[in-house]
Protein backbone atom coordinates (compact mmCIF):
# COMPACT_ATOMS: atom_id res chain seq x y z
CA UNK A 1 0.00 0.00 0.00
CA UNK A 2 1.51 3.57 -1.24
CA UNK A 3 1.13 6.08 1.33
CA UNK A 4 2.66 9.70 1.50
CA UNK A 5 1.77 11.80 4.89
CA UNK A 6 2.62 15.55 4.76
CA UNK A 7 3.05 17.45 7.74
CA UNK A 8 4.47 20.41 9.35
CA UNK A 9 2.50 23.52 7.13
CA UNK A 10 1.11 26.23 9.31
CA UNK A 11 0.68 30.52 8.93
CA UNK A 12 4.19 32.46 9.50
CA UNK A 13 5.47 35.83 8.69
CA UNK A 14 7.63 36.77 5.78
CA UNK A 15 10.96 35.82 6.71
CA UNK A 16 10.33 33.06 8.87
CA UNK A 17 10.98 29.10 8.41
CA UNK A 18 9.10 26.10 8.62
CA UNK A 19 10.12 22.31 8.29
CA UNK A 20 7.70 20.15 6.23
CA UNK A 21 7.95 16.46 6.60
CA UNK A 22 6.46 13.81 4.44
CA UNK A 23 6.21 10.00 5.77
CA UNK A 24 6.42 7.56 3.23
CA UNK A 25 5.73 3.45 3.03
CA UNK A 26 9.04 1.57 2.57
CA UNK A 27 8.08 0.30 -1.06
CA UNK A 28 7.53 4.44 -1.48
CA UNK A 29 10.56 5.81 -0.37
CA UNK A 30 13.79 3.65 -0.66
CA UNK A 31 15.31 4.07 -4.16
CA UNK A 32 12.68 6.15 -5.55
CA UNK A 33 12.70 9.72 -6.93
CA UNK A 34 10.18 12.49 -4.34
CA UNK A 35 9.77 15.63 -5.04
CA UNK A 36 7.92 18.39 -3.26
CA UNK A 37 5.53 20.43 -5.20
CA UNK A 38 3.36 23.40 -4.39
CA UNK A 39 -0.11 24.98 -5.53
CA UNK A 40 -1.67 28.14 -4.87
CA UNK A 41 -5.32 29.19 -5.60
CA UNK A 42 -5.59 29.36 -9.10
CA UNK A 43 -2.34 28.65 -10.28
CA UNK A 44 -0.71 25.15 -11.44
CA UNK A 45 1.11 22.89 -9.10
CA UNK A 46 4.47 23.78 -9.68
CA UNK A 47 7.53 21.76 -8.46
CA UNK A 48 9.56 22.74 -5.53
CA UNK A 49 12.25 19.91 -4.98
CA UNK A 50 13.47 17.03 -6.08
CA UNK A 51 15.27 13.92 -4.88
CA UNK A 52 16.55 10.33 -6.04
CA UNK A 53 16.39 8.84 -1.98
CA UNK A 54 18.67 6.38 -3.27
CA UNK A 55 21.82 8.54 -3.98
CA UNK A 56 22.56 11.81 -3.76
CA UNK A 57 20.98 13.85 -6.62
CA UNK A 58 18.78 16.94 -6.01
CA UNK A 59 17.45 19.40 -8.04
CA UNK A 60 15.53 22.59 -7.10
CA UNK A 61 13.12 25.39 -8.58
CA UNK A 62 15.39 28.53 -9.34
CA UNK A 63 12.71 30.55 -7.17
CA UNK A 64 13.67 28.26 -4.28
CA UNK A 65 17.39 27.71 -4.65
CA UNK A 66 19.62 28.82 -1.31
CA UNK A 67 16.23 29.04 0.71
CA UNK A 68 14.96 25.35 0.42
CA UNK A 69 16.47 22.34 1.52
CA UNK A 70 15.44 18.94 1.33
CA UNK A 71 16.74 16.02 3.84
CA UNK A 72 15.63 12.90 4.08
CA UNK A 73 15.87 9.85 7.17
CA UNK A 74 16.47 7.06 5.40
CA UNK A 75 15.39 4.95 9.28
CA UNK A 76 11.71 6.95 9.58
CA UNK A 77 11.35 6.97 5.82
CA UNK A 78 10.45 10.59 5.89
CA UNK A 79 11.72 13.22 3.51
CA UNK A 80 12.02 16.72 5.14
CA UNK A 81 11.54 20.14 3.27
CA UNK A 82 13.71 22.63 5.57
CA UNK A 83 12.04 26.23 4.15
CA UNK A 84 13.61 29.32 4.98
CA UNK A 85 13.18 32.95 4.43
CA UNK A 86 9.87 32.45 3.56
CA UNK A 87 7.67 34.76 1.21
CA UNK A 88 4.58 35.73 1.08
CA UNK A 89 3.96 34.01 -2.84
CA UNK A 90 5.78 31.19 -1.29
CA UNK A 91 1.55 30.45 -0.11
CA UNK A 92 0.33 27.37 -1.31
CA UNK A 93 -0.62 23.81 -0.68
CA UNK A 94 2.46 21.90 -0.62
CA UNK A 95 2.21 18.14 -1.78
CA UNK A 96 4.81 15.09 -1.48
CA UNK A 97 5.25 13.04 -4.66
CA UNK A 98 6.92 9.99 -5.95
CA UNK A 99 7.74 8.18 -8.91
CA UNK A 100 10.13 5.81 -9.45
CA UNK A 101 13.34 6.50 -11.09
CA UNK A 102 14.30 6.02 -14.80
CA UNK A 103 12.79 9.32 -16.00
CA UNK A 104 15.44 11.52 -15.64
CA UNK A 105 15.86 14.63 -13.98
CA UNK A 106 14.85 16.67 -16.59
CA UNK A 107 11.57 15.88 -15.87
CA UNK A 108 11.53 16.44 -12.16
CA UNK A 109 9.17 19.70 -12.05
CA UNK A 110 6.40 18.07 -14.47
CA UNK A 111 3.54 15.96 -12.12
CA UNK A 112 2.01 14.22 -14.64
CA UNK A 113 5.52 12.13 -14.23
CA UNK A 114 4.59 11.16 -10.45
CA UNK A 115 1.99 8.41 -9.56
CA UNK A 116 2.04 9.10 -6.05
CA UNK A 117 0.77 11.66 -3.81
CA UNK A 118 0.06 12.56 -0.40
CA UNK A 119 -2.66 14.67 0.69
CA UNK A 120 -1.21 18.31 1.29
CA UNK A 121 -0.14 20.86 3.66
CA UNK A 122 -0.96 24.21 3.84
CA UNK A 123 1.55 26.95 4.25
CA UNK A 124 0.49 30.56 4.45
CA UNK A 125 3.07 33.19 4.68
CA UNK A 126 2.15 37.27 5.62
Known amino acids: HVQLVESGGGSVQAGGSLRLSCAAS????????MAWFRQAPGKEREGVAFIYTGGDSTCYADSEKGRFTLSQDNAKNTLYLQMNSLKPEDTAMYYC????????????????????WGQGTQVTVS
Open 97 to 116: AARPPGYGSSTWYLASYYNY
Open 26 to 33: VSTFSGNC
